[in-house]
């Protein structure tokens, strides 16, 4: 079965410091995963993909299959970075449906 | 329009009524998802519909809970005699094609809905 854990429900680290948002997934098959953001009064919105690489707002993430994590990273975390952060994951060659983790409230204090 | 767009934004309702949920996907956009986000639960699916594919209903939570997209587009959830339980914020969302490492998925800002 598709299941994503996140096991912190809040976070909070002073602006500066390093953060790391925990993302644990199970999946039998190759996952794809994400992390979505959701700011104060704002929709939720994807933050970034694993398969890009890529590094958004200086988030990034690595896959790890033999952990089967996805932790999400900001070496300096920024007050404007305080918001919800959702884990997902989509299977390859799956209809599509995309797994929420139940997130984690990032609060970064000034 | 330029996004998802739902209706009604907020809704109270009392309990043991029936109430209606609308999405508008993005255009050209041909799979649309409903979730259901409250407090200490996070995002839980509800279901999903892939162009003119069967839908998936496996995260419906009960009978009472149903959908239907008209025309590939529209879509309506509806929960039936609703229960103090049922408040949350329903959140529609919508994407190309199935979510992959092309697309994206994009949301509406959710219906929020009060039972009393």
Redesign the interface.
Known sequence: AQRVT?PE?LLSVFKGAPVELKCNYSYSGSP?L?WYVQYSRQ????LL?H??RESIKGFTADLNKGETSFHLKKPFAQEEDSAMY?CAL?GRG??????????TKLSVKP | GA?VSQSPSNKVTEKGKDVELRCDPISGHT?L?W?RQSL??????LI?F?GN?AP?KSGLPSDRFSAERTGGSVSTLTIQRTQQEDSAVY?C?S?P?????AN??????GSWLTVV
Do not use: C, M, P, W
């Open positions: 996140q429900k794809e994400f929709r939720l919105q994807l993909r398969i890009s959702y989509s799956s209809q599509g449906n995309l797994i929420f983790g139940k997130g | 996004g799979a998802y979730y200490g639960q996070g995002l839980e699916f999903y892939q594919s998936d959140l969302a994407s094609l199935h979510v992959s490492t994206t998925i994009y949301f509406g800002e």
